[in-house]
């Protein structure tokens, strides 16, 4: 490997921890997912949602390196069908919210999180996976940033670099979010925030069925 290849490799790299960040930092389904996990049931509990986000967004970034997005490109019909079923599971899970927001929340317990940490990771994916404009977000990131010559190594070298991105912020919101004062504060306001969080998924499916005629 040479010293030029070296520096592009860091350069390309460190380019698509920065892209990585500014995409999985912003909000949206992952993150209240992960942030509404964490307030609801245990700290074990909100990571296995988040274990499903951060391989969510690891499909999508490797399937993004495997030409998915141009896929998407060259057959829109294909994408169109995957974004409706994602905007559809979105809009039944922000109504399952704003439904249950004037439920009371029961002591000691974590009914919004019942059910096994697999079936808290295949939420955390699922929820990851029906937004199929990660797809292409990653594409135009990740073929932005790779060099022309780029091998395989560097290739998974850029997916991991995703995946300790994802890693790293998800954990962070459910330790902070998973806390005591942040589980009190959830029974106190449940009816507001639930509402909120809602409403948020609801706009993101709403978004993604219009987007389907743009």
């Known amino acids: 490997m040479t010293g030029d290849f070296l520096v592009e490799a860091l350069l390309a790299i460190a380019t698509v921890a920065a892209i ?13 997912a992960v942030s509404y996990a964490s307030m609801t049931g245990s700290r074990r509990d909100a990571a296995a949602v988040a274990a499903g986000v ?3 967004n690891g499909i999508w970034a ?3 390196l495997l030409g998915v997005g141009t896929a998407f490109a060259l057959f829109p019909s294909v994408f169109l069908v995957i974004k409706t079923a994602g905007a559809l599971y ?3 899970l922000g109504v399952q919210l704003l439904r249950n927001a004037r439920k009371p929340f029961p002591e000691g317990g974590s009914g919004a999180m019942s059910g096994t940490r697999a079936a808290k990771f295949s939420k955390g994916l699922s929820t990851t996976l029906s937004n199929p404009k990660a797809a292409i977000y990653y ?3 990740l073929s932005s940033a790779a060099p022309a010559a780029a091998g395989l190594a560097l290739l998974a070298g850029m997916l991991l670099t995703v995946i300790v991105v994802a890693s790293a912020w ?3 919101v459910v330790y902070v979010l998973s806390r005591p004062t942040a589980a009190e ?3 106190r ?13 609801v706009s993101f499916g709403l978004r993604q069925m219009i987007a389907r005629f743009s």
Do not use: H, M, N, Q
């Open 62 to 64: 490797g399937a993004a």
């Open 189 to 201: 306001f449940k009816v507001y925030f639930e509402s909120f969080f809602g409403v948020l998924l």
């Open 20 to 32: 990585s960040c500014v995409g999985i930092l912003s909000p949206g389904p992952d993150f209240i």
């Open 54 to 56: 951060v391989i969510g």
């Open 185 to 187: 504060a959830f029974r």
């Open 170 to 172: 998800f954990a962070t």
């Open 90 to 92: 979105l809009l039944w």
């Open 139 to 141: 594409a135009s990131a």
